[in-house]
């Protein structure tokens, strides 16, 4: 059950903010083996001021269009599955979006399954 932060500078397209959403949901699917119709996604605009990203950490020269991703997703996942999703989000939105690789940021929160709650106050994942 991922939960999708995108974080967008503002001025952005109806299309461009859908298109965002869809291509982390598509690379979760393809690579971190998340089930279909698992989709929680909250995209927020916010104005240069509030978007505060080092343009050159670690050496990569990011832009102000640079794009904040964070999804918090049970634990368990390997590194190799979260290498391949971090360059499928990058692939996907440089070619759906053309946004720069640069500017994709992502972060990932793991957590234990009795962390969630679908509805009706309950934790269906608990055991």
């Given at each position: 059950?991922p ?11 109806a ?42 950490y ?8 640079c ?14 599955m ?34 969630w ?8 994942y608990?055991?």
């Amino acid at each position: 059950m991922p939960f999708v932060r995108i974080e967008l500078a503002e001025g952005q397209s109806a299309e461009y903010r859908s298109a965002v959403a869809d291509e982390v949901y598509n690379a979760m699917r393809d690579t971190l083996n998340v089930p279909e119709n698992d989709r929680f996604v909250v995209v927020s605009e916010h104005s240069p001021n509030d978007i505060i990203v080092d343009r050159t950490y670690l050496g990569i020269e990011r832009s102000a269009q640079c794009v904040l991703i964070q999804i918090t997703l049970n634990a368990g996942r390997s590194l190799d599955m979260k290498r391949a999703f971090y360059r499928a989000v990058a692939d996907r939105l440089n070619q759906r979006v053309a946004l720069r690789r640069e500017d994709v940021f992502i972060n990932l929160v793991e957590v234990a399954k009795e962390n969630w709650s679908f509805g009706n106050g309950e934790a269906q994942y608990a055991t």
